[in-house]
């Protein structure tokens, strides 16, 4: 049962007030619920299908590069990667001279899972987003965009200050790919 704590959110009581529990319970529930969803249309988990569209959006990245986009360690990544090049869903192109600097990309079966994908992914968007009316949405909107821009702010001020690209990654998690 939800309990009305929109006052609270400036002034928290208890830890279900803060805002980064309520985001992060909500990401927790909403990302579980996805990719049940994404398994269940295109057969892959949120992970693979985080690499999926990168690599659908920037064919040639390599592994780094989609770690740092997906937030995942290059661990995490590489074996989502490599699961997915077990699948037929992507393909390594290995630089010649530097075997350590490979890109991937999708294969043709990789781009059809990835439009399944993103078609599955941009409806469970939508229903999750149809709880709210249209000013709601937009307000919400605005509100994480302030709320985003405002955690930046106190990151760069923070005593231990993050490396100069990761916060540039945070402000854009695209970045990495210019």
């Given at each position: 049962?939800?309990?009305?704590?929109?006052?609270?959110?400036?002034?928290?009581e208890?830890?279900?007030?803060?805002?980064?529990?309520?985001?992060?319970?909500?990401?927790?529930?909403?990302?579980?619920?996805?990719?049940?969803?994404?398994?269940?249309?295109?057969?892959?988990?949120?992970?693979?299908?985080?690499?999926?569209?990168?690599?659908?959006?920037?064919?040639?990245?390599?592994?780094?590069?989609?770690?740092?986009?997906?937030?995942?360690?290059?661990?995490?990544?590489?074996?989502?990667?490599?699961?997915?090049?077990e699948?037929?869903?992507?393909?390594?192109?290995?630089?010649?001279?530097?075997?350590?600097?490979?890109a991937?990309?999708?294969?043709?079966?990789?781009?059809?899972?990835?439009?399944?994908?993103?078609?599955?992914?941009?409806?469970?968007?939508?229903?999750?987003?149809?709880?709210?009316?249209?000013?709601?949405?937009?307000?919400?909107?605005?509100?994480?965009?302030?709320?985003?821009?405002?955690?930046?702010?106190?990151?760069?001020?923070?005593?231990?200050?993050?490396?100069?690209?990761?916060?540039?990654?945070?402000?854009?998690?695209?970045?990495?790919w210019?």
């Open positions: 049962m939800m309990r009305d704590t929109s006052g609270k959110l400036q002034e928290p208890r830890l279900t007030d803060f805002i980064n529990y309520r985001l992060y319970h909500l990401n927790r529930v909403a990302m579980t619920a996805s990719g049940q969803h994404l398994r269940a249309a295109a057969g892959v988990s949120r992970r693979e299908w985080r690499m999926l569209a990168f690599l659908g959006e920037q064919p040639g990245t390599r592994l780094t590069e989609l770690a740092a986009s997906a937030g995942l360690d290059k661990v995490l990544a590489s074996r989502a990667v490599h699961a997915l090049m699948k037929g869903l992507v393909h390594k192109t290995v630089q010649v001279g530097d075997r350590r600097a490979a991937f990309t999708l294969s043709e079966e990789g781009h059809a899972v990835y439009a399944a994908a993103f078609a599955r992914a941009r409806d469970f968007n939508r229903e999750l987003a149809a709880c709210l009316d249209p000013d709601e949405a937009q307000v919400f909107s605005r509100c994480l965009d302030k709320l985003h821009a405002q955690a930046m702010t106190m990151l760069r001020a923070a005593p231990v200050q993050s490396a100069s690209d990761e916060v540039a990654m945070w402000e854009d998690p695209l970045s990495v210019r």
